[in-house]
Every structure is written in structure tokens, then in C-alpha cells.
């Protein structure tokens, strides 16, 4: 009888099930999703949706705070979880999608996200690094690169792009970010989500995740996790466009920031989630928080976890990273009438479109094809393009009598505690990574010289004299990383052998920096220059007179202000990724120029941070030469200007810049100019150059930043050869938020600048009548 029961169960059961979806064509598409997931959501119980909110993680998968709860097939199996996080074992995401699939009532598949934040197994440089390319088709490769990665093991969501603005170089994520330009780092989300999200229908495409919204950039003094608190306007011009970027590029999901906004944390913040991302940009995907982040409301001091899981709900939070609060509460809440029903429905809906549009519904098996991952992953092409675009990311910030390239001859010492080290290379969020798969700084080098260079090799020093805070910093990551590989033997001795090596070597590279994770999440620091203990031997090599070249590894803008006086050529390299040897063997020796331009502004001094090039004027500007003069804007012990612009960097050749030519003196709101501008690659070599287009609004109803970046192109041009660059204008680029967030352009005059750099332009005006 028991047993009857069972098969008229499992049959009536059958019938019920999510089934498969028809695919028909793109014009039917979405009433044909609307009308599965209406059907489906008939079917779902309440507690089967509010599991649909749920996304946990499981021990043995990568944390980034505390693990709240385990999870257990049977917790799948009840309909209890939507989505799991950060698992990196293929067979273990099959296990857990089988749960999902054959064991619950109907059959929901889950969703699996990851931080693959710059590649997966190939590791990229760091983000910030990304965007000294400025290239958007180099990030769009390295983002279709990471999502063939990660689908083949079964990874179906990542937690990438993270977009938000920053001027702190204290604050250590700036290292995930695209840098401080609204512009800049919108057209780069869009080739990131391009690069991910591409054609979702294919196997190895996968679901982006805009991150964090909104503000998370600008916490107060640069502490990760910290208030913040900005004019609205502001935030309409500065740190909301790569977010609306994304959504009009398709993003699928945005994860909301820890932070509050207006004293209402982001999770809950009905004003950004429902009036600004649903309401004013037309938003319909997945929103998520980030983890933990609905209980720590209860810290925040907004209310218990009903009441701040039930605020977090009806403000348009759909999913609830790793605190649970969502699937521990709404019930409650519903019974109470603090929720409704009809917002479960909605948040469940958007979780469901997020699995339907990533085709699960049709094969929840789709992601977890095992034969992908012998041949998807590390491969040699994906090397190559790490190498190039490992290579194309160097920005070269000093180079003194032409001292790089280096020939390929004499002797180089290689010095520092990261010249022959693999896991500091991969900088942050690198978890899909073999963190002795990258090719180090000296390994790269001594398979590129052959027999034509003697190269030596000593650490030199630890990374810092604080062992404390490197085991602070690692503790961050529990045991994953290992980046603090201190030596047994005494600074002195470290320092003799470097010492009695550079007195034998022709030229110097000393590869020195930060270590990965001292730029990252809960990573922010209030000294700005590489650790003392190599800054020591840094001294200490260049009193030796030789040549010193410094390679410096850094995940955020550094204060430099010692070195640019000092040694002879400084190539920041960021965290490079895989093939970091590699790619710097490429450029020291002139295999490649250094193409990178700087996308932060470096500052002279922490004291000057927050900085940007793209401030608004006030009343009393400082000088613009940057003498320090009394009664403007500025400090009285140091100059405004920063140590390198946006912007900037070097190559290995030399443009000459001709004056800005525009086609007209006036347009009217329909019409367009052309402005343009001769190039002439002054140099013996072949090189390249990001030609960037600043314009500036002279007069406006409120007050206008003093240069803003609206375009930029990369060219290459041949010795001796020029060209004209050419950038149209049109009245929509003159748009901005006024005090009243309406975005409009004012007629009047505007300055056109174009040139290498923020700081380096020629100029000329016209009107916009
Ligand atoms: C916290 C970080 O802020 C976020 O960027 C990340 O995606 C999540 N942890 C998940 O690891």
C-alpha cells in the first residue's frame, strides 16, 4: 500500500515538475519564460520560494566571513536553497545539483556563483591592472577567457564586475576596481559583461554580477566596510554611471554594497534598489546581496533579523548571500504581515528568470560537462593572452636615460622578496588559481636571456618587518594563501647577500611592492609606501651607484615620491597574473613597449588621498603650476598636484603632440564637432599611445569638474610616422546630473582637450548654443 502510494506520488509529482522549457524563437522568448515561470511559481510553496532566496555556502568552499550554516543535500533536497557560492569542485557542484534536481519535489536547479574576479585557473592581472590596458577588447578576451574557465567547472554566475569608483588609495579594493573615471570604467564594464556574459545560451558563457551598489568606493577615511555619505548629485555623476553601464549592457545581476547610503544600508536601501535600479534604469534581473551583509543590519543597528530580512525584501532585495536571514524569517514576517506575498513572488521570479535565461531549466547539466575540463582550462592560448595582456597592463612611471629596454647582455641582479615568487603574483581573488602556477619574475627572465646574461638572484629582505601584520593579512584568508614566505635568515644576512650580488651586476631590477593580499577586501592601509624592509634595501642598492630598475607590484596607487627621485626607472607591473615572468621579460627587454597608462592618480603623500584628477573647481583654485601658495586650496607642507596623473605612462618612444583642430566654433543641440589632432611618433621605434579627449563645461548652473574624460583611442604609429586622431562631439556628451538629478547639457562655452594624459593636453573651444 505504503508502496502505491509512493508510485501515484512520484507520478502526480512528475507532472508537476519544472519540466523542460520550449526554446523558441528570440521574439517569443520572453512570454514563453514569463508563461514557464508563472506556471512554476503556481506550483511553489511558500517555504519552496523562500528557499529560492537562499544562497549559501557549504564547508569546503571559500569564505569570505563567517559560515553560518552548512548545507546538506536534504536541505536541497526540501527546497531550502536557491544558489550556492563558491565551490570549486566539479564533482561536488554535480552532487549538489543532482540533489536539487532529483530529489526535490520540483526539481528547481541551483545556481553557482564564484568571485572569479580576473581569470579562474589563468590568472589576469588584477583588475586595476585590466583597466591600465585600456583596452576594452583585451578586458572583454580576458573575461571570455575566465568564463570558460569557470563553466567548464561548473561555476554558472560570477561575482564580476566590481565597478565602483574610488580616489582612496587607501582603500585596498581599489586593486578589484577599474580605476577613478566614471567613462573610463563604464566602457570597461560593458567588455566585461560582453566578455562573460556574451551569448547565454552556450555552455561556456556565464551570468555576470555588477558589484557593489552603491558608494562602496568612498568609505569614510578609506576604511573598508565604512559609512559613507555623498550629495546625490554626486552620485549621480561620479559613482552611479558604470552601474547604469551595466544594466543597459544586459548585466543579469547586481550585488548591493555592505555600506549604508543616506544611513540606510545598501541591502535595504528601497531608494537604490526599487526607485534607481528598477525603477529609473528598468532593472528586471537578479539583485544579491553580499555576504552576510542582511544580518549585519542587525549590527548596523537597523533592526532585529525579521525585522532587517523583511526591510531588506520589500526594498527589492531578491537574494540574501550567506546570512540566512531571508529563508529564516520571511515566514514569519508573512504570517505578521510584514511582507507580502506578492514581493516573495517577485524576489522568487527574478531568481527563477536568472536560471531559465541561463538555459538550467533545460539541462540543469549544462555547466557540469566533465570532459570540458581537460581541455577548456590553462590552456596554452589562454597563457598567450594572459602574457599579452599581462604586458599591455606595465605602466612605465620613470625611465631615466633610456635605461629600459635593457639590452640582452652583461649581468642583472635580481633583487627582492618578490622576484622569485609565484603566489604573490596572482594579487587578490585568485582562489581558482594553482598558487604555484605562475611563472615568477626571475624565472621569466632566465628563460628569455638564454646565454647572453648572467642573471643573479637574492630576496634581500622579508616583505615587511611586521610579522604581525603579515599574520593579520593571511589570517584574512585563512590558510588559501601563503604570501608571506618569511626567511630563516636575518635581515643582515638578507641584505649582504643582495648587496655583495648588485656589486657584481651591471644593472639592478629590484622587484619589490606589496604583497597580493595587502590590496583587497579588509585590506586598507594608512601608509601608502612599499614596506620598510625593502624600502630599506632599496636605499641601500641605489647607494651602490649601479643602475637600478624598480619593478613594483602593487594593488593600488602608491606614494613614490622617494623613488621617482631616486632610481632610474620605475615599471609598475601590478599583480600580473600566470604568466608575470613572462610578459616583464617582454617589456624590460623591448620585446614589447609598456602600453599601460594609469587609471588612479598616484599621490605625492597619504595625506593628499582621497585624489583625482577630475575635481570640481572651487573659489580659491590652488596654483597651477603647484607652488604652494597661501589661501587656496592645498596643504602648506606640500603641493596639490599628485606624483603621476591619470593617465599617464611612459613607452619606449616619444609623440609629439600637435594643437586641437575643431571643425566648428559652434553647434546647437543636434549638431556635432569634430575636434582632432595631429600625432607624430618622434622616436626611433615603433609604439603606442591612448590619445585621450578631455572636455571641460566653463559655465555651468552648478559647479563643473575641471576636465572630464570623454573618449580615448589607442594607435600605434611606425618611427617617424604621424597620424590625426579624430573625436566627434555631440551635445550628449555634455550631459550631467544638476542639483535637481536631472540629467541635461547647458549651453555656453566648453574646452576641448586632448592629449597623453590628464595633465598633458592642448586645447581649444567652442559653443553649444
Ligand atoms: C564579499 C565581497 O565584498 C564580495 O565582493 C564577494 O563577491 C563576496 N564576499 C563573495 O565572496
Known sequence: ???????????????????????????????????????????????????????????????????????????????????????????????????????????????FGMDVIHGYNTVFPISLGLSATWNPESIEKAARISAIEASAQGVCWTFSPMVDISYDARWGRVAEG???????????????????????????????????????????????YNTVDMSRMRMFNEYFPPFEAAVKAGVGSIMTAFNDVEGVPAAANEWLLKDILQQRWSFNGLIVSDWDAVREMTVHGIGDLQEVSARALNAGLDMD??????????????????????????????????????????????????????????????????????????????????????????????????????????????FGANLYSPVS???????????????LHAKGSNLTYDKELEDRVSLNWGTLYKHFDRDNRTDEQLE??????????????????????????????????????????????????KPVVLLLCAGRPMTLTWENENIDAILNIWFPGTEAGLAVAD??????????????????????VPMRYNYRQTGRPPHADGRIVPYVTGYIDETH????????????????????????????????????????????????????????????????PLKELKGFKKIRLEAGERKVVSFTIDAEMLKFYNNRLEHIFEPGEFEVMIGANSNSVSSSIFRLL
Open 321 to 430: 548571500m550567506a546570512s540566512q536571514g531571508l529563508s529564516g524569517t520571511l515566514k514569519k514576517s508573512l504570517a505578521e504581515g510584514k511582507v507580502k506575498i506578492s514581493d516573495i513572488d517577485n524576489a522568487c521570479r527574478r531568481v527563477l528568470e536568472a536560471k531559465y535565461k541561463l538555459g538550467l531549466f533545460n539541462n540543469p547539466y549544462k555547466y557540469c560537462d566533465t570532459t570540458r575540463v581537460s581541455t577548456d582550462i590553462f590552456t596554452a592560448a589562454h597563457r598567450e593572452e594572459a602574457r599579452r595582456i599581462a604586458a599591455e597592463s606595465f605602466v612605465l612611471l620613470k625611465n631615466d636615460k633610456e635605461l629600459l629596454p635593457l639590452g640582452k647582455k652583461g649581468t642583472i641582479a635580481v633583487i627582492g622578496p618578490l622576484a622569485d615568487n609565484k603566489p604573490n603574483m596572482l594579487g587578490t581573488w585568485s
Open 178 to 224: 577599474n580605476g577613478e573615471d566614471p567613462y573610463l570604467s563604464s566602457e570597461i564594464t560593458k567588455a566585461y559583461i560582453r566578455g562573460y556574459q556574451g551569448d547565454l545560451t552556450q555552455n561556456d558563457q556565464i551570468m555576470a554580477c555588477v558589484k557593489h551598489f552603491a558608494l562602496y568606493g568612498a568609505p569614510e577615511a578609506g576604511k573598508d
Open 441 to 455: 619574475i626571475l624565472e621569466g627572465l632566465q628563460q628569455q636571456v638564454g646565454n647572453h646574461v648572467t642573471i
Open 587 to 608: 617589456v624590460l627587454f623591448g620585446d614589447k613597449e609598456p602600453e599601460g597608462r594609469l587609471t588612479m592618480t598616484f599621490p605625492r603623500s597619504v595625506g593628499q
Open 641 to 704: 598636484l599628485p606624483l603621476y596623473h591619470f593617465g599617464y605612462g611612459l613607452g619606449y618612444t616619444s609623440f609629439k603632440y600637435g594643437e586641437v583642430m575643431l571643425d566648428k566654433k559652434e553647434i546647437d543641440a543636434k549638431g556635432t564637432v569634430t575636434a582632432s589632432i595631429e600625432i607624430t611618433n618622434t622616436g626611433n621605434r615603433s609604439g603606442s599611445e591612448v590619445v585621450q579627449l578631455y572636455i571641460r563645461d566653463i559655465v555651468g548652473t552648478v559647479t563643473r
Open 1 to 111: 500500500m505504503k508502496f502505491l502510494f509512493c508510485i501515484i506520488l512520484s507520478v502526480f509529482a512528475m507532472g508537476m515538475t519544472a519540466g523542460h522549457p520550449h526554446t523558441g524563437s528570440k521574439k517569443d522568448k520572453e512570454p514563453e519564460m514569463n508563461k514557464y515561470i508563472n506556471n512554476l511559481i503556481r506550483q511553489m510553496t511558500v517555504e519552496e520560494k523562500i528557499g529560492q532566496l537562499n544562497l549559501i555556502s557549504i564547508d569546503g568552499s571559500v569564505m569570505t566571513g563567517p559560515v553560518t550554516e552548512s548545507a546538506t543535500g536534504e536541505r536541497i533536497a526540501k527546497g531550502e536553497v536557491g544558489a550556492l557560492l563558491n565551490i570549486m569542485s566539479p564533482p561536488k557542484i554535480r552532487e549538489l545539483q543532482d540533489a536539487a534536481v532529483k530529489n526535490s519535489r520540483l526539481g528547481i536547479p541551483l545556481l
Open 496 to 545: 649582504a647577500e643582495a648587496l655583495e650580488i648588485a656589486g657584481r651586476a651591471d644593472v639592478i631590477v629590484a622587484v619589490m611592492g606589496e604583497a597580493a593580499e595587502m590590496a583587497g577586501e579588509g585590506a586598507s592601509r594608512t601608509n601608502l609606501d612599499i614596506p620598510d624592509a625593502q624600502k630599506d634595501l632599496l636605499k641601500k642598492l641605489k647607494a651602490t651607484g
